[in-house]
Structure formats: structure tokens, C-alpha cells
């Protein structure tokens, strides 16, 4: 069984400062993706990032980028430059390659931009 | 991006009767959608998988006769919480994956349906 692990349940940075969010993972499939989902207060999921296993790069959206370490099973966010509309839930989600994309989502860290 | 489209956004319903929430995929074809349940402050619990035309599969725990769940096309899948109690009152949302203008491995998700049960 695959399991998601977020160890901080709440976090908080000030406003243009850099923040980074932990995951890890337990799997041992090889060939899977990994996701950062936000969910604000409107509680709608957004996509934020995506990481396939088999890319050794490392992700990045605009203000957004993972540290992917495979043979850690670790995928942290880094955030940079935090804005207001950052304060969110983030939840990471890994997905089986080939499962019909079910997904397994870590119990979330709340986070808070602090002007 | 994708647009995964869920109705109502709230619902009030009274103790005992039934309640639909509908989740749309509005620019491609969702062969599997998934039913979630999210309580306060936690993460989001699958309760069941649907595919398009077969049986939903349900979750250990999930009542398969209380939460009836109908995915009878391509863009539409349907739960329903029947005879609804007050411990039904939460957050659903839903998710789809599938074929068509956006990659089939990435899920996309509803804006959530919040039910509560007076």
C-alpha cells in the first residue's frame, strides 16, 4: 500500500519570504507521479505541481518548484516569493501509473502568509 | 485547464430524505471519476471510484446502499446520499481523469458540494 506523510501540520512565512513544505512517501512501485495540490478557503482543489518518478529534473511552476528525491521517496514544495494568496491547505498526492489515477493524499499543512 | 464541474455548490436538506450532487467533466471524457469526503480540517477521503458504465467501487466503510453513485456517461457522474442524517452533513467533492484535451494523468477536481442535514 502506498502512504503519504506530511509532518507539518501548519506552517507560516512572511509575505515575499521562501517557504518550503515536506512530504514523503512509501511505495514500491517505480513508476508513479506525484502532486501538490492547494486548497484555499474556498476549499477548491488546485493543481499546483506534478512530478513523473522517472524524470530526474525537478519540477517548477513559475513561484513553485519541488526537491524530488526518489530514492528518499521525499517531494518537498518549495514557495518562493510568498504571496497573500498562497495561504492555503497543501496536500501532496502520489498516483500509481496504470491504477485508473487513484490517488493517496498526505493529511495536508496549512499554510499562512503573514503580511 | 481542465474544468471539472460539481452541482449544488450547498444543499440544505431535511433528515430523511435524499439528496443528489452531480459532478461534470466539461471539456473532456472522464472514464473515472472519484467521490471524496473531507471532514474539518482533514485530508480528503476516497469513498468510492466510479467508471462509465460499470459499478462504482466502494471504499472499506462506505455504506454502498446509502451513497449511491451513477456514472452512467462519459461527463456525468452522480451521488446521491440517501435518507440522509445529520452525521452526513460534510464537504463531497468530486475528481475525474480521463481521455481527451488534458493528459490522463493528472486529476482534476470539483469545486466541492457542502450538505448539510437539519
Known amino acids: 500500500a502506498q502512504t503519504v506523510t506530511q509532518s507539518q501540520p501548519e506552517m507560516s512565512v512572511q509575505e515575499a519570504e521562501t517557504v518550503t513544505l515536506s512530504c514523503t512517501y512509501d511505495t514500491s512501485e517505480n513508476n508513479y507521479y506525484l502532486f501538490w495540490y492547494k486548497q484555499p478557503p474556498s476549499r477548491q482543489m488546485i493543481l499546483v505541481i506534478r512530478?513523473?518518478?522517472?524524470?530526474?529534473q525537478n519540477a517548477t511552476e513559475n513561484r513553485f518548484s519541488v526537491n524530488f528525491q526518489k530514492a528518499a521517496k521525499s517531494f518537498s514544495l518549495k514557495i518562493s516569493d510568498s504571496q497573500l494568496g498562497d495561504t492555503a491547505m497543501y496536500f501532496c498526492a502520489f498516483m500509481k501509473r496504470g491504477t485508473g489515477n487513484q490517488f493517496y493524499f498526505g493529511t495536508g499543512t496549512s499554510l499562512t502568509v503573514i503580511p | 485547464g481542465a474544468v471539472v464541474s460539481q452541482h449544488p455548490s450547498w444543499v440544505i436538506c431535511k433528515s430523511g430524505t435524499s439528496v443528489k450532487i452531480e459532478c461534470r467533466s466539461l471539456?473532456?471524457?472522464?472514464?473515472?471519476m472519484f467521490w471524496y469526503r473531507q471532514f474539518p480540517k482533514q485530508s480528503l477521503m476516497l469513498m468510492a471510484t466510479s467508471n462509465e458504465g460499470s459499478k462504482a467501487t466502494y471504499e472499506q466503510g462506505v455504506e454502498k446502499d446509502k451513497f449511491l453513485i451513477n456514472h452512467a456517461s462519459l461527463t456525468l457522474s452522480t451521488l446521491t446520499v440517501t435518507s440522509a442524517h445529520p452525521e452526513d452533513s460534510s464537504f463531497y467533492i468530486c475528481s475525474a481523469s480521463g481521455t481527451g484535451t488534458l493528459s490522463g494523468n493528472t486529476i482534476y477536481f470539483g469545486e466541492g458540494s457542502w450538505l448539510t442535514v437539519v
Open positions: 512530478q513523473e518518478a522517472y524524470k530526474q
Open positions: 471539456d473532456f471524457q472522464a472514464t473515472t
